[in-house]
C-alpha cells in the first residue's frame, strides 16, 4: 500500500530523519510489478533493512521496502543443500536457519545487519568469507521491463564489496531472491587470527558452526556500535588496495603501516589504522562523529543530517590523501 510523506528514521540504521514522498512495502514478486506499473515516472529506491544508505535530503521519489519472505529448500544432495531464500529475510536469520541445521558457509557472515536481497549488492563480508562463496544465483526483476532475469555467479561480477549491480545495473534490477549451497559437511574458516583467540578463550578446541558464529558475534559487539543504540552504517569506507611498490614506500615513513596481500602486485591497507592515525578516532563534532572503538565506523549520536555526515566523510578523505596518498572510496551508499 502507497504511503505518503512517511519518515524514513525507522528506516536507516544511521538514524536520520528524512522524508520519502512516497513510501510502499511489497512481499511478492506480483506486488512488486503491479506497484511498479503504477509509479511509471517516479524515481525509485529500493530498501532492505537500510544498512549501508545515508540519506542526504528528503526522497522525492518512491521508497520500495523489500519484504519477500521464505526460505526453499530447493535441492539436497549428501553433500549440500540448496536455498532458495526471499530478498526480504532478514540476514542474520538465515544465518541462523543455517547454523540450526548444520549447514555451513555463513556462519562467519553472523550478525551482519540487514536484508538477504541486499547481501549480493556489495558481496558482503567479514572474517575471511564473502557471500560469493556459497552463492548459486539470483533472480530480480528489471524495473524498465517487469521481467524476471536470472544472474549467474559470473553475471554478478562479485569483487571486494562490489557486483555489478552497484556499477552498470545500478537502480535498474530488484533482487526478489537468493539462491545460495550450503555445505552439509563444513569446513571452518577460523583463520582470521581474532576467531582464534576468541575460541581459546572459551576453552573450545573442535569447534562446531554455532561456536564460530558465537565467537564471532561476540568479537562484532565488541568492536561495532549497535545501531539501535547509535547510528551508523558499518564501515563507511573500503579497504584502499594500493599497488605493493607504493605500501613499500609508505612503509619507509610508516613503519607499522598493516596490509594484506591481495595479489602479487597489489595489498589492501585497513582504511581503519589510516583514519585512527591521522588522529580522527573518537572525534565528535555535536551529534556526529568517529566511532571511539573504530575509526572506519561515522556515526549519528542523536540528530545529525545525512550532509553532516558526508561532509564529514569527505574532510577524512581529504586528509588521508594528503597525508598517504591514498584515495578513500565510500562503501555506504549515498543517497540524494
Ligand atoms: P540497504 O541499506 O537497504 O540497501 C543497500 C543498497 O542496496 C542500496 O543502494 C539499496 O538501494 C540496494 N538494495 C537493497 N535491497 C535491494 C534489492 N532487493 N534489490 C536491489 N537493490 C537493493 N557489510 C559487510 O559486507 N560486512 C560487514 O561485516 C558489515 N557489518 C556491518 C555492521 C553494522 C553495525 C552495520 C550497520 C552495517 C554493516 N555492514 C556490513 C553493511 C550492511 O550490513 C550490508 O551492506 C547489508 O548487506 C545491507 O543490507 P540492507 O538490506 O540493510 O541494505
Ligand atoms: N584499525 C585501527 N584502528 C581502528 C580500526 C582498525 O588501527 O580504529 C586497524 C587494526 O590494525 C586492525 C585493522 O585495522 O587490525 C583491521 O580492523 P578490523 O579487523 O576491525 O576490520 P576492518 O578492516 O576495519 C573489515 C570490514 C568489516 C568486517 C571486518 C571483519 C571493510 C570495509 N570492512 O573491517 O565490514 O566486518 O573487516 O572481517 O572491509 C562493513 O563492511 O560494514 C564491515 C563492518
Redesign the pocket.
Known amino acids: 500500500m502507497l504511503q505518503e510523506n512517511v519518515n524514513l528514521k525507522p528506516f536507516?540504521?544511521f538514524g536520520i530523519t528524512v522524508h520519502s514522498e512516497f513510501f510502499a512495502p511489497f512481499t511478492s514478486v506480483n506486488e512488486l510489478k503491479s506497484l511498479l506499473s503504477e509509479l511509471k515516472t517516479k524515481p525509485l529506491?529500493?530498501?532492505?533493512?537500510?544498512?549501508?544508505?545515508l540519506f542526504q535530503s528528503d526522497y522525492n521519489g518512491v521508497v520500495l521496502r523489500?519484504e519477500i519472505k521464505g526460505i526453499e529448500l530447493i535441492e539436497e544432495s549428501d553433500k549440500d543443500v540448496t536455498l532458495k531464500v526471499g530478498?526480504g529475510i532478514v540476514?542474520h536469520d538465515l544465518v541462523l536457519h543455517a547454523i540450526k541445521n548444520n549447514w555451513g558457509g555463513i556462519e562467519n557472515l553472523s550478525l551482519?545487519?540487514?536484508?538477504v536481497?541486499?547481501?549480493p549488492?556489495?558481496n558482503?563480508?567479514?572474517y575471511g568469507v564473502e557471500i560469493k562463496d556459497v552463492f548459486d544465483s539470483l533472480e530480480?526483476l528489471e524495473i524498465a521491463t517487469k521481467k524476471l532475469k536470472t544472474f549467474t555467479h559470473e553475471e554478478c561480477q562479485f569483487g571486494y564489496?562490489e557486483s555489478v549491480?552497484k556499477k552498470e545495473l545500478k537502480n535498474k534490477?530488484?533482487?526478489?531472491s537468493v539462491t545460495f549451497k550450503l555445505s552439509k559437511s563444513p569446513v571452518l574458516n577460523t583463520s582470521y587470527g581474532a576467531i582464534e583467540e576468541e575460541l581459546k578463550a572459551r576453552d573450545i578446541s573442535q569447534p562446531t558452526i554455532k561456536d564460530v558464529s558465537d565467537a564471532i558475534i561476540s568479537i562484532r559487539q565488541s568492536k561495532?556500535?549497535?545501531?539501535k543504540k547509535i547510528g551508523?552504517?558499518?564501515?563507511f569506507f573500503k579497504n584502499p588496495v594500493i599497488p605493493l611498490k607504493q605500501y613499500l614506500k609508505l612503509q619507509l615513513r610508516y613503519s607499522e603501516i598493516p596490509a594484506y596481500k591481495v595479489d602479487e602486485q597489489n595489498v589492501k591497507v585497513p582504511a581503519g589504522w589510516l583514519i585512527d592515525q591521522s588522529g580522527w578516532k573518537g572525534k565528535t563534532f555535536g551529534d556526529f562523529g568517529v566511532h571511539k572503538r573504530q575509526a572506519l565506523v561515522l556515526v549519528n549520536y542523536k540528530d545529525a543530517t545525512g550532509k553532516e555526515i558526508y561532509d564529514l566523510s569527505e574532510n577524512i578523505i581529504q586528509d588521508i590523501s594528503e597525508r598517504y596518498g591514498i584515495n578513500l572510496e565510500r562503501e555506504v551508499?549515498i543517497i540524494h
Open positions: 536507516n540504521t529506491l529500493i530498501l532492505g533493512g537500510g544498512s549501508n544508505v523489500n530478498a540476514w551482519i545487519p540487514g536484508s536481497g541486499a547481501s549488492m556489495q558482503i563480508g567479514a530480480a564489496r549491480f534490477y530488484v533482487i526478489t561495532l556500535p549497535d545501531p551508523n552504517a558499518g564501515s551508499n
